[in-house]
């Protein structure tokens, strides 16, 4: 009798192998559909807004009407919720008029005390905060972050969710989201009386992405110079990041197609959002030198952000120097020239300038920040749970330095050794 392959064992294996398979060429095929890879990319419908509300910003440990919930318009006339943040000292020497005045949402900012102590004083300084995907303003560290910022400096702080975040009207896209972007600083320049020159533009992941593009748009077309445009977590373009993402670090997304460059080809070809931030940052550094303007380009990542891998912030880093250089250095070159300038602060850990005129490009990597805990604390049954994420570094000491070095308030190091 001819040797039989038992039938069990190979329905397991198919449904084992087939099942996974069929749901992950499923995925692909909804992803292909914009509207589906946008909802996807951006998570924008992921929000906490159904158990507190937004304009009780008392609730993430904020002083009474410290922060001021209030709208504003984009040119095509989308509605973007925002909060304005006092910096804590400012607020400290008004306490009693600000906590007197009525508290939640405002329908007019400009009649408000925090808008005249942000708009009467000829050297306050703004930092503009852009989030990346997923949920609204107050979600997640976001407000710790905004913390960090304000506590114990003299920033005042504008953080606004885009269009589809949070109470924001619309749906997000590329273009619709520099739009946003540009209301907030036209918002900050027009309406507040905020020159450029005192204004950070501050971008996390998919900020940092917002923030280069808004940068660009107003360094090129407008001839504005900000303070300072500090990118935390960054990435080259969506299609690279996206190529080789996985996550939390370890679950691949598209990964596996790597296997099959062509048919990984096809697929971020029909990514709609490219946010082609490397190729924005070499624009923006070339048309500032050109006209001999001044930035401060600081990137910062953590070294185990599992998330967008730092690698990407290298990328970024030799983009925003190839718009100092007349012609191309090649790899091997730039390398070396790269580690000429660049000081090691331990393992993980250095710090890397490359200045020309009134142009200074730093890119740091931090060895912390890419991590945080589930249980902080030990539990007989669980210990402590650590997962990897790309969201602690927003508080580090290292976000903070890099807004104070744009205002002119931390020198930059004036020796460098060999890494």
């Known amino acids: 009798m001819a040797n039989t392959v038992p039938l069990v064992p190979v329905l397991v294996a198919c449904l084992v192998i087939g099942l996974p398979l069929a749901l992950y060429i499923f995925f692909l095929g909804l992803c292909g559909i914009p509207a589906v890879q946008r909802n996807f990319l951006y998570s924008h419908k992921i929000h906490t807004l159904w158990w507190k509300n937004i304009n009780e910003p008392e609730q993430w ?3 009474k009407n410290q922060v001021t919930p209030f709208s504003l318009t984009t040119a095509d006339n989308q509605t973007l919720y925002a909060w304005h943040i006092l910096p804590l000292p400012l607020y400290a020497q008004h306490e009693t008029t600000l906590a007197g005045q009525p508290t939640g949402f405002t329908n007019d900012i400009t009649t408000t005390e925090n808008f005249r102590l942000l708009r009467d004083d000829p050297t306050a300084k703004l930092i503009i905060s ?3 995907n997923a949920a609204q303003l107050s979600q997640g560290v976001r407000p710790q972050h905004y913390r960090s910022l304000t506590a114990h400096s003299p920033h005042h702080l504008l953080a606004l969710d885009y269009r589809g975040f949070g109470l924001s009207t619309g749906s ?14 036209n918002w900050a320049v027009h309406t507040a009386g905020v020159d450029p020159a005192r204004i950070v533009l501050l971008g996390h992941s998919l900020g940092t992405a917002v923030a280069s593009a808004a940068a660009a748009l107003f360094a ?3 001839g504005r ?10 990435f080259s ?4 990041m996206l190529s080789g993402y996985a996550i939390a670090g370890w679950v691949p997304v598209l ?8 048919l990984l080809g096809e697929v971020m070809g029909r990514v709609v959002d490219k946010w082609e931030t490397a190729g924005r940052l070499e624009g923006l550094v070339r048309g500032v030198k050109a006209r001999g303007g001044r930035l401060r380009l600081s990137l910062v990542h953590a070294r185990n952000d599992g998330d967008i891998p730092c690698r990407e912030d290298d990328r970024l880093f030799k983009a925003a120097v190839g718009g100092l250089l007349e012609g191309e250095m090649d790899a091997e070159s730039f390398e070396a020239e790269k580690a000429r300038r660049t000081v090691v602060r331990g393992k993980d850990s250095f710090v890397a300038t490359w200045t020309e005129g009134d142009v200074v490009i730093r890119q740091e990597l931090f ?10 604390r030990r539990h007989a049954w669980c210990g402590r749970l650590i997962v990897t994420g790309h969201n602690s570094v927003l508080y580090y000491a290292s976000v903070l330095l890099a807004v104070m070095r744009s205002f002119d308030r931390v020198d930059e190091p004036v020796s460098q050794m060999h890494r």
């Open 61 to 63: 440990g904020f002083a």
């Open 130 to 132: 852009f989030h990346g």
């Open 172 to 185: 997000p896209t590329e273009h619709g989201l520099i739009l946003d972007a540009s209301a907030a600083i």
């Open 220 to 222: 090129l077309e407008e």
């Open 225 to 234: 110079d900000f303070a300072g445009v500090v990118l935390v977590a960054g």
């Open 237 to 240: 373009s969506l299609p690279k």
């Open 255 to 262: 990964r596996p197609l790597g296997w099959w460059p062509w």
């Open 367 to 376: 060895p912390h920040g890419g991590e945080y805990l589930i249980f902080p």
